[in-house]
């Protein structure tokens, strides 16, 4: 029996039996769905708000990314402003579910059955979402899931497949690339959660930094990576293939190719049994977020998001009130992907102003942390923000 089997047969009770792989990362996992699905040289819409890394292994997997209009209020994808034009020249949708809100599958499920072409799901921040009645990640030929987010096991993933049959050959294609477990790499993931809580319990800010950086797992000094364009220009030829594009994909997460060890699967089992514990937890503070002044009220139950978006009118002052109270604010996607990256490298939003709105306003917090986040941003006078399209006569 694999090593991986439990983390899988539990994964696979949670989406009713789809059948899934464990893989050492989501980013991992999505670079194995994209070569499977994707012929080098398709195009790929996603959301311009996203993790630059997706962005990067988009072109690892010689895709040409392009960018598509968001829903202001959450950052969910925008169907009704994607021209025709756009939607023909596809060759693939990769959706995003950002912080853990549906992009709208069902309406892009549809629209790649018409136009026959694959549909492929990052579920990373969703894995207690649903939309349609189904989980996220039901709906693609394949689907990404991440256990770095809700579980914080900080490692591990899966690749999840509408076809059971494919499975053998994705096991094959990840076996293939994954580099073997190192000594170092394996005590350095095990004694992380003490490095990390001794030096956060001593207030040491600048040395808990110091000591992620050290593991390879902090290395951003703004939101966005380093482009690093004349570097990038020269490593697409080579695509499809990680090695070329191997310093952009390994931001933050330098195990994210690693077969993972003993002690690495027994943590990461342990955190996944504890799940639903976490899901209700972030259920219970996206409900109370979401009701308040910056949040987006819905009519429908609340999701367990992995993070709320709140919208504020000046979110570095609403960054910096909370870090005064240690809160820390962090998956920020702000600029769009298009503003980042330039034409060159990809094909920009057709309507890119709700996407600019939303990054530049967009507050993500903890869910767990929900009253005391609100308290401390009432108590700093932050405002929250509006999106022109709601105000009468508003325009961008």
Known sequence: MSAYAELEERMRGRLGGRECLYVPSCRFGLYLALRRWCEPGGRVLMSPVNDDVIFFVALAAGLRPVQAPLDPRDGSVDTAAIPESVW?????VLTTNLYGNPDPAPELR???????IPLIEDAAHAIGSTIGGRPVGTYGEASVFS??????AKTGGFLTLADPTLREELAAARD???RPTRATAELAYLVRP?????????RLVKAARTTMRLLGLEEREEIRMPLRADELARALPAAPALDPFHSWVRVDMHDYRLRPGPGR?????RRLERLDTVLAAHREGT???QAGEYGTASAEPAQPLFRVPLLVDDRDAAAAALARHRITTGYLYDPPLDSYAGETFT??????????WFARHALPVDPRHARQALAVLRAAGIRPAHHPSAVPGGAL
């Not at 023909?88 to 693939?92: E, T, Y």
């Not at 549809?110 to 026959?116: K, Q, S, T």
């Not at 256990?147 to 914080?152: M, N």
């Open 265 to 269: 699967l027994r943590r990461t089992a």
């Open 194 to 202: 003490y490095a990390e809580a001794t030096v956060r319990g001593l």
């Open 147 to 152: 256990l770095s987010k809700h579980t914080a």
């Open 176 to 178: 293939a690339l994954l």
């Open 287 to 289: 409900a109370l977020l």
């Open 110 to 116: 549809a629209h790649c059955d018409r136009l026959g």
């Open 88 to 92: 023909q020249g596809l060759s693939a």
């Open 347 to 356: 094909d920009p939003s057709p309507a890119p102003g709700p996407a600019a």
